[in-house]
């Protein structure tokens, strides 16, 4: 094998490997997963920025997994069909968090009271 012919196979492979571990996996956007979960509010942050919301879902009989996401301007919050603050939801109450898993955190996008 001549050097040349060595050469372009290791630059091939360098380019291989750049490529895999740059990009996201499959399935994932740039702009993250969007995941949604039913369960119970376990805390409401307002007093401090980013605005957070805690939701516990149940998993199985004794499993469950906590959410928190940040609440941004985007985010829609809706209680029967009307927008609402994040103020006025209570720890307890059920809802349907949709949400985005990005880099930089997790996201909030519709916070939907049941």
Known sequence: MTRVCQGWRALFAVAALVTL???PPDGEAADGRTY???GQ???VQVAQTPHMIVVKTPL???NDMTVGAKVTAQTRIVRKGKRISLQTIRV???VWLTYVK???GVFARIIQIQ
């Open 36 to 38: 949604r979960v039913h």
């Open 92 to 94: 307890g109450e059920v």
């Open 60 to 62: 199985t009989k004794h």
């Open 41 to 43: 509010v376990m805390a």
């Open 21 to 23: 571990l740059f990009s």
């Open 102 to 104: 990005q880099r930089d």
